[in-house]
C-alpha cells in the first residue's frame, strides 16, 4: 500500500512545546491594546473559587480512587397526584422508577399494575405512606430480596419503628434520604449545598447508629438527592465531589459505603415566563448528571413553576433522559468527565470549600444546632447572587435576556407545593411547600432566579395599557440598531413596550414620533457620533415634546439626561424606578 506521508512542517511532534508564561505573554500583549487586566478573564464562584481561563497539565492532580459509578442512571419521574394513567404512560415511555408524593391510601390502587421488582418506588417522607407501601411489598408477588427504591424517611421519633421494620423484612430497600434540594432551592452555593448535605447524612448515621443499627447497616440506609443545573461542568463536579466527601466520611466512619445519587433538575433555574426554555436548562442539566456519575435522575417538566404538569411536558422530561441514553449513548461510559484538567480542579476544589463548610456546621454542633448559621450563610449567598441577577451579569434567557412580550401564557391547574415563591422568614420552622415536598426546618425560603423579573412582567400585565419606554434612535439603522436593541432588550425584560423612532435624520424627526408615541419615557440609542453631534439637541426636542424623563444607551454625553442604561447597569433598580416614575404600583 503506498503510505501517505505529512511533511515534516506538519507533524506535531517536531513543534517545541509552548510554556503557560509564553502564553501569558502573548495574552498580556493583547489585553495591553484594550486596557484590560489578565484578572478580567477569572471568574470566579459564589463559593470563590477561581475559573482561569486556561487548564494545562500542571493542574492535573492525582487521580482520586472514587466510588465506582454504575453505566446510565434510573429515568425517575416524579408524581404529586395520584393518576394511574400519567403514572402508566411513564412507565410505558422509558421512566424505570417512580418518586411518589401521593397519600397513603392512593398507593394501592396507583400502583395496581406495576411490576415493584422491574420499577423500585421513591417516597416522599411520609411515616403514613411507608407503612402503606410495606404492606403493598408484603402482599406483592415479589420476592423480598428484589425489592429496592427508598421510603425517604427522617430517622427520628416514629419512623424508627417503619426504618426497622423494613430493613428487617425488605434488605435491598433504602429508607432514608438526604435531601440537599432545601439549601439549593434557598439560593445556596454548590459547596452550601455539598458541605450541610454532608451534616444532615452525618446527624442522620449518629441517630441510626444509637437506635441500634451497625455502622455499615446505617451507611446501607441512605440516598443523597441534589439538585442538576444548567451550569454543566459545576454540576459534574459538584456530584463527582459530593461521592469523594462521602467516601471520605464513609473511611473515617470504618465503613464501605458508596454514596447513591439522586439528581433533580433546578427548580431556582425554572422559569414561569417563557418557560419553553425550560427544556433547554433541563437537557443541560440533565447531561451534567449524567456526566458526573449520578444513579437516577428526575427532569422536572418545562411547566414544573406553573402548576402541575401536563402529559406532553412530562413525555419531553422523560425523552429528554431517553434520548441522551438511547441515541447519544451518554450511558455507556463510566465517569467520560475523568482526567479532564479543569473539571479535576473544580472537583477537588469544591469538595475542599464543601468539607471546610461541613466542619463549620460541625463545629457549631451539628446541623441540629446550626440553623442559623445555615440560614444566614445561604442568606448572604443568594443575596450575592440577587445582585448578579439585577444587573444580568447572571442573564436568564427568555426573562432578563431576550424576552418575548407577545408570548401567550401557559396555564396549567395548580399544583401542590409551587403554587408561592413567598419565602419563609429565617428561623421560622414551620414547613415550607416545595417541589420535593419535603419539611424545612431551618425555614429556609425556596426561591426562583427569576422571580423579580417575572414580578414586573406580571404588574404590566395588570395594567390596562402595557406601559412603554419610546427608543428615540438617532441617525440610520447601522448607527443604532446595537444600542436599540440593547434598550429593547432591557425594557423588554421588565414588561415595557418600546416604540422606537426607526431610521432618523433629525433631532425634530425624533420628537414627531415620541409624540406620536403616547410615551412619557424615551431613551437615546446612537453611535458615539451620533450622540456628538445630535444627543443636546434631540433630548431639548423631545422635552419640548412631552419627555419627563430622558435616558441615554451608553455611559457619557454631554447633554442633559436623566440617566444612563449600559451593559451592566443596576437592569432591576433602573427598571423598577421607570414603573415608579410613571405611577404604577404593584
Known amino acids: 500500500m503506498m503510505e501517505l506521508a505529512l511533511p515534516a512542517e506538519f507533524r506535531p511532534n517536531e513543534f517545541p512545546s509552548a510554556s503557560r508564561e509564553q502564553w501569558r505573554e502573548l495574552v498580556d500583549a493583547v489585553l495591553a491594546k484594550t486596557g484590560a487586566s489578565f484578572d478580567s478573564l477569572v471568574t470566579k464562584t459564589y463559593d470563590g473559587i477561581e475559573l482561569q481561563p486556561l487548564y494545562t497539565l500542571d493542574d492535573a492532580l492525582e487521580p482520586y480512587a472514587l466510588a465506582p459509578v454504575k453505566q446510565g442512571w434510573d429515568v425517575r419521574q416524579r408524581h404529586a397526584v395520584a393518576d394511574p394513567v400519567a403514572l402508566m404512560n411513564d412507565l410505558e415511555g422509558g421512566v424505570t422508577s417512580l418518586w411518589l408524593a401521593v397519600p397513603a391510601a392512593s398507593l394501592e390502587g396507583l400502583l395496581e399494575g406495576v411490576y415493584l421488582d422491574l420499577a423500585p418506588i421513591v417516597l416522599d417522607g411520609s411515616v403514613d405512606a411507608a407503612r402503606a407501601m410495606l404492606r403493598i411489598y408484603d402482599q406483592a408477588p415479589v420476592l423480598a430480596s428484589d425489592v429496592r427504591g427508598n421510603l425517604a424517611l427522617t430517622p427520628f421519633g416514629e419512623a424508627l419503628e417503619v426504618i426497622r421494620e423494613a430493613r428487617s423484612a425488605f434488605p435491598g430497600l433504602r429508607t432514608v434520604v438526604v435531601d440537599a434540594l432545601p439549601f439549593h432551592d434557598a439560593g445556596g452555593s454548590d459547596a452550601e449545598e455539598l458541605g450541610a448535605s454532608l451534616a444532615l447524612a452525618v ?45 471520605r466520611v464513609a473511611e473515617v466512619s470504618g ?150 412580550l407577545a408570548e401567550k401564557p401557559v396555564v396549567r391547574d395548580p399544583a401542590p407545593g409551587i403554587d408561592s415563591d413567598s419565602p419563609a422568614p429565617r428561623g421560622d420552622t414551620t414547613p415550607t411547600p416545595s417541589f420535593s415536598g419535603r419539611s424545612d426546618s431551618f425555614g429556609l425560603p425556596r426561591v426562583r432566579y427569576a422571580q423579580a423579573f417575572e414580578e414586573l412582567r406580571d404588574l404590566a400585565d395588570a395594567q390596562p395599557e402595557r406601559p412603554q419606554v419610546f427608543l428615540a434612535t438617532l441617525g440610520p439603522v447601522a448607527a443604532h440598531t446595537a444600542r436599540a436593541t440593547f434598550a429593547a432588550n432591557l425594557f423588554n425584560a421588565g414588561g415595557f413596550a418600546t416604540p422606537a423612532a426607526g431610521p432618523t435624520s433629525t433631532p425634530d424627526q425624533v420628537a414627531e414620533k415620541f409624540r406620536e408615541s403616547g410615551a412619557k419615557v424615551a431613551v437615546l440609542c446612537g453611535s458615539d457620533t451620533s450622540y456628538a453631534d445630535q444627543a443636546t439637541a434631540t433630548v431639548e426636542a423631545l422635552r419640548a415634546a412631552g419627555a419627563e ?38
Open 203 to 247: 446527624s442522620y448515621l449518629r441517630a441510626l447508629e444509637a437506635a441500634g443499627f451497625s455502622v455499615p447497616e446505617a451507611f446501607a440506609q441512605l440516598e443523597f438527592r441534589y439538585a442538576a443545573t444548567a451550569d454543566q461542568f459545576m454540576t459534574i463536579a459538584k456530584l463527582r465531589a459530593a461521592r469523594r466527601l462521602w467516601a
Open 255 to 404: 465503613a464501605d459505603g458508596v454514596q447513591l445519587q439522586h439528581a433533580v433538575t433546578s427548580s431556582a433555574m425554572m422559569t414561569r415566563r417563557d418557560p419553553w426554555v425550560n427544556m433547554l436548562r433541563t437537557t443541560v442539566a440533565t447531561l451534567a448528571a449524567g456526566l458526573g456519575g449520578a444513579d437516577s435522575v428526575t427532569v422536572q417538566p418545562f411547566d414544573a413553576a406553573i402548576g402541575l404538569p401536563d402529559e406532553f411536558a412530562r413525555r419531553i422530561a422523560r425523552n429528554t433522559q431517553n434520548l441522551l441514553l438511547e441515541e447519544s449513548h451518554l450511558g455507556e461510559v463510566i465517569d467520560p468527565a475523568a482526567g479532564s484538567w479543569y473539571v479535576e480542579k473544580l472537583t477537588d476544589e469544591l469538595a475542599v470549600a464543601a468539607w471546610a463548610w461541613f466542619q463549620e456546621i460541625e463545629r457549631a454542633g451539628g446541623i441540629g444546632q446550626a440553623g442559623e448559621l445555615v440560614a444566614s450563610r445561604i442568606a448572604a449567598t443568594w443575596e450575592a447572587r440577587s445582585a448578579r441577577l439585577a444587573n444580568r451579569r447572571d442573564p436568564i434567557t427568555g426573562v432578563s435576556e431576550f424576552p418575548n
Open 549 to 586: 424623563r430622558v435616558l441615554l444607551a451608553g455611559k457619557k454625553t454631554e447633554a442633559e439626561v436623566d440617566g444612563f442604561v449600559f451593559l451592566g447597569c443596576p437592569a432591576l433598580e433602573i427598571l423598577t424606578s421607570t414603573y415608579t416614575f410613571l405611577g404604577v404600583e404593584r
